[in-house]
């Protein structure tokens, strides 16, 4: 199953849209996909397992995902307990502020989930209550539309992001966010932890099987059942992404990003690249794309 690049209606006045209270089963569920574009997930009801960036989380009521842009993620429901979600999506400049004198940003959350590698955040009961009542008001001036609704949105959207940065502050050393009794074979999450932090190492089938100390047949069985992908085109996705990162940080030749990110020559980055973003290189870098 290939990587599938999620895109939304964009609006440069208003890059801002969401699911509300949706139920999901395998049968209807994205399969692996990514996006430039902030996803944040809160689980009301139901169960299931969340794969973010290279890591598998339980999703259960009271769950919040935090998912920066430029992330590979699946959701996996429980079939006899689908979980229900409200999902907002949004750029960084939908919600960005003046700094006003102090270190604030109502995306640090994400960072911080970004940099720690744990995007779950689990709330108690009180905490649950009042983001759940913010995303309320958010759908509320949705389906009412009043006049400088699309103001109300950001600045509910801008309240939810203050609270869960807080949540984060008082709760992120605590808790792992990691899958508590997880099935994952711990020679797969090595493997996993391997490729995302070697892009340019052999990650063939082969080689990553001699990593696993497990037949390549297994390795390929167990992966591709686990994250819903084959190895080739979980490896391609990771590369992409990482190019993403490094088309925007400096004045790098693409030649050079190509080649540190694992690809055997520039035509070929060209083609992946594109399949995935639907952008050439020159074109992602250029537009600035976060």
């Known amino acids: ?4 690049r999620k895109t939304f209606a964009f609006n440069a006045e208003f890059p801002f849209e969401y699911v509300y209270r949706d139920a999901k089963s395998a049968q209807n569920e994205l399969p692996d996909h990514v996006h430039d574009w902030y996803e944040f997930v809160y689980v009301y009801t139901g169960r299931g397992t969340f794969f973010i960036d290279h890591s598998f989380y339980d999703a259960e009521p009271g769950d919040i995902f935090l998912i920066p842009g430029n992330t590979l993620h699946r ?47 689990t ?18 001036e949705f389906c009412e539309a009043k006049t400088g609704y699309r103001q ?8 939810l992001l203050l609270l869960v940065g807080r949540y984060v502050e008082e709760a992120w050393g605590i808790q792992s966010g990691h899958r508590v009794g997880s099935p994952l ?19 063939s ?3 990553l099987a001699r990593h696993a100390a497990v037949t390549a047949a297994h390795f390929s069985r167990v992966f591709k059942r686990l994250t819903g992908m084959n190895v080739t085109d979980y490896v391609t996705a990771k ?3 990482r190019a993403k990162e490094l ?22 980055f060209h083609r992946k690249f594109k399949a995935l973003t639907g952008l050439t290189p020159a074109q992602y870098k250029r537009n600035g794309h976060s």
């Open 1 to 4: 199953m290939n990587p599938y």
């Open 75 to 121: 959701s996996f429901p429980l079939e006899e307990d689908p979980k229900r979600a409200t999902a907002f999506y949004f750029s960084a400049s939908f919600v960005n502020a003046p700094a006003l004198g102090d270190s604030f940003s109502y995306l640090q959350p994400f960072e911080t989930a970004k940099r720690n590698q744990s995007f779950r955040l």
């Open 123 to 140: 709330l108690a009961k009180e905490k649950q209550e009042q983001i759940e009542a913010v995303i309320e008001e958010i759908h509320r």
């Open 152 to 159: 109300a949105v950001r600045l509910h959207m801008q309240q």
């Open 185 to 203: 074979p711990e020679w797969l999450e090595d493997v996993l932890a391997y490729a995302d932090a070697h892009p340019n190492a052999d990650l």
């Open 205 to 207: 089938l082969s080689a």
């Open 239 to 241: 590369r992409v992404m």
């Open 247 to 268: 088309l925007l940080q400096g004045d790098r030749s693409i030649a050079d990003i190509a080649e540190s990110c694992g690809f055997g020559s520039t035509t070929h």
